[in-house]
C-alpha cells in the first residue's frame, strides 16, 4: 500500500535562501550551458516498450550520428566549455561520441543509467540510476562526476542524500532560484550545491515534436526574443542563466544557428561569467569557506 502523502503546509524545500556571494572577477551575472546527451533513452527510459521503435528512438539517434559534432563544433568556434549531462546507457551505447566530449575539455555529469525519471515510491531503482551511471562514466570515461542533472528534471530528498554519499557536489534540477544555494538533508545536514535550472532556456519546450507527439516546433522570431529578454532579466537581477540543451534539439540546423548567435552574443559581453557547473560550484565552495571564516573571526573578535 502506497504511503499517504504528507500535505502538512510547509516549505516543500527546506533549504535556506540562496546567499548573495559575488560572482568572480565583477561579473555581474553568470551563464551556465548545460547539454543533456540523452540520446535514444529520452525515448524508451520511461517507456521501455520503445525500444524496438526505430524511427521513434531515431530522434535520439540524431545526437551520435550529427549533432554532438554540431554542439562541439559551435562551442570550439566561440571558446566556450560546457558540462555534458550524459546517461550511463548513452556512454555504453555511444562511446566515441562521449569520447570525443570529453577531449573537446569539456564537464562530464551524471544523468542517471537509461534516463529513469526519479520516483521517491522506488528509492532502490533510483539509488541503481546512480550506481549504474556512476559506473559507466567511470569505466568507458575514466570520468568521476561532480554534478548531476535529474533525468526527466525530477528529485527527492532521499535522492538528494545519496547523491552527497556519493561524492556528487552539485545538482542542476531545481527551478526555485537564480542563484545557487546548497540543500539542506532531512536530518539536517548540508547537502549537494543546487545550480537552479531556467525553464525558458529548455530547448526541449520550443524545439523537439515527434509523430507520436506533435507539438509546434518554435523558429528564431519566438526563441530569441524570450533568450535574449530572459537572459537580461537575469544579468540585472545577479542570477545564474542555466541552460537545458539537447543535441537531438539544438544540433538541428535551425535551432543550431539560434543557439550560436545567442551564445555568440553573450560571450562578446565582458560583464558575464560563462562557467561549467564544476566551476560555479567551486566558487560556490569557497566563497562559503570565506563566510564561514569571517564569521568566525566576527565572533571571536
Request: net charge negative.
Amino acid at each position: 500500500m502506497t504511503k499517504p502523502a504528507d500535505l502538512t503546509p510547509r516549505p516543500l524545500n527546506p533549504a535556506p535562501p540562496a546567499p548573495e556571494f559575488p560572482w568572480p572577477n565583477g561579473k555581474k551575472s553568470a551563464l551556465f550551458i548545460g547539454f543533456d546527451v540523452d540520446a535514444e533513452t529520452a525515448w524508451m527510459g520511461n517507456r521501455p516498450e520503445n525500444a524496438d521503435r526505430m524511427v521513434t528512438t531515431s530522434h535520439g539517434g540524431y545526437d551520435a550520428r550529427v549533432g554532438t559534432a554540431k554542439i562541439l563544433t559551435l562551442l570550439n568556434d566561440l571558446g566556450l566549455r560546457a558540462t555534458f549531462f550524459i546517461p550511463g546507457w548513452t556512454v555504453e551505447a555511444h562511446t566515441a561520441m562521449c569520447e570525443s566530449i570529453v577531449a573537446a575539455g569539456h564537464e562530464i555529469g551524471h544523468h542517471g543509467y537509461l534516463h529513469k525519471c526519479p520516483d521517491p515510491t522506488k528509492p532502490d531503482e533510483a539509488r541503481d540510476e546512480i550506481d549504474r551511471g556512476m559506473a559507466a562514466l567511470r569505466a568507458r570515461l575514466g570520468v568521476t562526476p561532480v554534478g548531476y542533472r535529474a533525468p526527466s528534471g525530477e528529485n527527492f530528498a532521499a535522492l538528494l542524500a545519496y547523491l552527497q554519499e556519493q561524492g556528487l557536489r552539485y545538482s542542476s534540477s531545481f527551478r526555485d532560484d537564480i542563484r545557487p544555494y546548497r540543500h539542506r538533508l532531512p536530518d539536517g545536514r548540508p547537502g549537494p550545491v543546487e545550480i537552479p535550472v531556467n525553464y525558458a532556456f529548455d530547448d526541449w519546450n520550443f524545439g523537439m515534436t515527434s509523430r507520436v507527439d506533435p507539438r509546434p516546433i518554435f523558429g528564431r522570431d519566438a526563441i530569441l526574443p524570450i533568450w535574449d529578454e530572459e537572459f537580461q532579466g537575469m544579468h540585472d537581477w545577479g542570477g545564474v542563466t542555466t541552460m537545458v540543451l539537447h543535441p537531438q534539439v539544438s544540433g538541428r540546423p535551425m535551432r543550431w544557428r539560434i543557439l550560436r548567435d545567442f551564445l555568440a552574443g553573450v560571450a562578446a559581453r565582458d560583464d558575464v561569467w560563462i562557467a561549467t557547473g564544476a566551476e560555479i560550484t567551486a566558487h560556490f565552495e569557497a566563497c562559503e569557506t570565506s563566510a564561514r571564516v569571517a564569521g568566525a573571526e566576527r565572533d571571536t573578535g
